[in-house]
């Protein structure tokens, strides 16, 4: 579904470009009410009890960070919540001071979006 939520009011394509990895958004993302309804509309497509919870916060989350960070060619690190994303870096050098010191365990659990 990439490439679907192309909204020209989102975040992501408002105001000058480019956009600077500290000018974007960061810590706890609540996903827009675009996306909950484009969840509850992709959802209602399987049966019942086809699409699970784990599959629906996926979605939540990767179609957030799609509405906020698509088209400005950032890598974004984060970790998925019930509640949508929480963005711990943007673009190679907010992710390398992430990385450093912490224990190659910890950094498996961290998830990378990519445009």
Request: hydrophobic letters at 35%; glycine letters at 6%; a negative charge.
């Amino acid at each position: 579904m990439p490439g679907e939520i192309i909204d020209s009011n989102a975040p992501s394509l408002q105001g000058k470009l480019p956009k600077r990895p500290e000018d974007l958004p960061h810590g706890l993302i609540t996903p827009p009410e675009f996306v909950r309804q484009l969840v509850a509309k992709e959802k209602a497509k399987f049966p019942p009890g086809r699409v699970t919870v784990e599959i629906e916060e996926q979605w939540l989350n990767d179609w957030t960070l799609q509405y906020y960070f698509d088209c400005l060619g950032y890598e974004v690190l984060y970790r998925r919540t019930p509640q949508g994303p929480e963005v711990l870096a943007v673009g190679f050098d907010e992710m390398q001071a992430v990385y450093k010191g912490m224990p190659l365990e910890e950094q498996h659990k961290l998830n990378i979006w990519m445009w």
